[in-house]
């Protein structure tokens, strides 16, 4: 049981360039999300979705795409990569019962920008 | 509008000492809070949860939270710390009407020998 998934691990980008973070999980969960943390931030919520096909904004969706054709995978797309983007970005999911208590996370994404 | 705030940034204190870490929260509703905690380098494990019922909630790793209403306050306390303990420590608000989590910004605890 892989849990959830994150790829790359590591990724470093120019200015303007586009990249997708993948994220899958094999728990059948409903609800995946993506989060960003900054030191001093906490996690911030970017975009989440509570089933195939269903997508919403969190806090700080500017910048960001995300879609979700099936159960297992949330892809989370930077369009035109910016500075202010760099961080570290987490996926997580759970069941929809358990978004509070349950929510399993990834392993990291450590994003820079130059 | 709804908010997590954690006043200290990073917190000092010596091996076997007591601890507390500060969580104040803003939410109209009933509040979901939770406290995590995250090792350097790894993901966020979950310490305990308060959803109803009795105020003090027991969590993994010896730690304890108090809720407590008239204060908007969910204060996170060990008894003794270990030098395991240093991390940073979140504590976060869930909003059922949304499925959003709120997080505080964090408290990096660091264990003097």
């Known amino acids: 049981n892989a849990g959830v998934t994150q790829t790359p691990k590591f990724q470093v980008l120019k200015t303007g360039q586009s990249m997708t973070l993948q994220c899958a999980q094999d728990?059948?969960?409903?609800?995946m999300s993506w989060y960003r943390q900054d030191p001093g931030m906490g996690l911030r919520l970017i975009h989440y979705?509570?089933?195939?096909?269903?997508?919403d904004q969190g806090e700080v969706p500017n910048g960001y795409n995300v879609s979700r054709s099936t159960t297992e995978d949330f892809p989370l797309r930077l369009l035109s990569a910016a500075p202010s983007q760099t961080s570290v970005y987490f996926c997580?999911?759970?069941?929809?019962?358990?978004?509070?208590?349950?929510?399993?996370f990834g392993s990291g994404t450590q994003l820079s920008v130059l | 509008a709804q908010s997590v705030t954690q006043p200290d940034i990073h917190i000092t204190v010596s091996e076997g000492a007591s601890l507390e870490l500060r969580c104040n929260y803003s939410?109209?509703?009933?509040?979901?809070l939770f406290w995590y905690v995250q090792s350097p380098g790894q993901g966020l494990q979950l310490l305990l949860k308060?959803?109803?019922?009795d105020t003090l909630v027991q969590g993994i790793k010896g730690f304890e939270a108090e809720f407590k209403r008239s204060q908007s306050s969910f204060n996170l306390r060990k008894p003794s710390v270990h030098w395991s303990d240093a991390a940073e420590y979140f504590c976060?608000?869930?909003?059922?009407?949304?499925?959003?989590?709120?997080w505080g910004a964090g408290t990096k605890l660091i264990i003097k020998p």
């Open positions: 997580a999911s759970s069941s929809l019962q358990g978004v509070a208590e349950k929510l399993f």
């Open positions: 728990m059948n969960h409903e609800y």
């Open positions: 979705s509570v089933g195939a096909g269903i997508t």
């Open positions: 939410y109209g509703a009933t509040p979901y």
């Open positions: 308060y959803f109803s019922g």
């Open positions: 976060a608000l869930f909003m059922d009407s949304n499925y959003q989590l709120i």
